[in-house]
Structures are given as C-alpha cells and as structure tokens.
C-alpha cells in the first residue's frame, strides 16, 4: 500500500517539475489497468496542466483505493457505477480546493 503512495508522489514531483521548467505545452498522461487509474486521477485532479488521458482496461475515476466503491467497479458491472455519485464526488473535491477546477476538462481527448 505505501509504495502506491510512493509511487503517486514520485509522478507528481515529476510532473510538478516537468510542468515548473517547461513552457506551456499539452501534456498528457496514459496507463493500462492500475496505471488507467493512476491517468484518470491525474487528469481530473491536475486538469490545469494535463491536456488529455488514455485510459487502456483502467476503472473510472474514484474507483481506485479501497472501500465499497472499489468492490462496485472491480466485480459488478458498469451499470452498477452510478456517473451522478461520481460527478458529485468530482464538485466536492472542487470545494475542498483538492482538485482543479473539473471546467478545465472540457474538450481534452480521452
């Protein structure tokens, strides 16, 4: 479990220093299954500077980590993922100032 963590704060000292040192540029993130995951927090979480997302065999946003939510995306099917919970998780992590805002988004390919 920790090395997860380590692993996320490693990629985001990279990307936090790719982003510092480059001009603005599109700069996007990919992964296959966990790595999926890993793209689509990034992406939601840093829309401002991540412009795009392939996602290959990866679970929707907020199913990653542990807990019931997990459970849902990883046995059950799709239709069991409700999209509204996960918007709505997207706007509360917007008020906590834990995410860019979701309007950055808009028009990146995925």
Do not use: W
Request: aromatic residues 6%.
């Amino acid at each position: 479990m920790s090395t997860i963590f380590l692993d996320t704060a490693i990629l985001l000292l990279v990307v936090s220093l790719a982003t510092a040192r480059m001009p603005d540029t599109h700069i996007t993130v990919s992964g296959i299954s966990s790595g999926g995951a890993m793209a689509t927090q990034l992406h939601i979480g840093f829309s401002k500077d991540i412009n795009g997302c392939g996602i290959l065999a990866g679970p929707p946003f907020y199913c990653g980590g542990s807990g019931m939510t997990t459970t849902l995306c990883m046995t059950g099917p799709a239709a069991l993922i409700s999209v509204t919970v996960l918007e709505q998780k997207i706007k509360y992590y917007r008020l906590l100032d834990k995410i860019d805002d979701p309007v950055n988004l808009k028009g990146d390919p995925v």
